[in-house]
Nanobody, 123 residues
Framework: QVQLVEYGGGLVQAGGSLRLTCVASGRDFNGYTMGWFRQTPGAVREFVAVISWSGRRTSYVDSVKGRFTISRDSAKNTVYLQMNSLKPEDTAVYYC????????????????WGQGTQVTVSS
């Protein structure tokens, strides 16, 4: 069974840092594009960052550029989201997702999803 499990969320003050981790199991995700999305109550799920299967290509939503970094460790079937200089508006449930093919920003393109991890940034 395919499974994505995220962890690393929590409560942090504005300006602080967190690192989210997503571990994939059930199949080899080394050939998959991996993305991070976030969602607040009543809002649509928002693209945050994506990394290609090779790790050579990344893309970010403008609001996190220069603050967040996505990376992957293929040997561990793991993808990370390093979040620095956090702001209250970064507060959301963060989801890891996987898809075949090229990098994409639409949640509809992704086939596999984790259960989400809460990130709360206090002002």
């Amino acid at each position: 069974q395919v499974q994505l499990v995220e962890y690393g969320g929590g409560l942090v003050q504005a300006g602080g840092s967190l690192r989210l981790t997503c571990v994939a199991s059930g199949r080899d995700f080394n050939g998959y594009t991996m993305g991070w999305f976030r969602q607040t109550p009543g809002a649509v799920r928002e693209f945050v960052a994506v990394i290609s299967w090779s790790g050579r290509r990344t893309s970010y939503v403008d609001s996190v550029k220069g603050r967040f970094t996505i990376s992957r460790d293929s040997a561990k079937n793991t993808v990370y989201l390093q979040m620095n200089s956090l702001k209250p508006e970064d507060t959301a449930v963060y989801y890891c997702a996987a898809k075949e093919g090229l990098v994409g920003r639409s949640s509809y393109e992704y086939d596999y999803w984790g259960q989400g991890t809460q990130v709360t940034v206090s002002s």
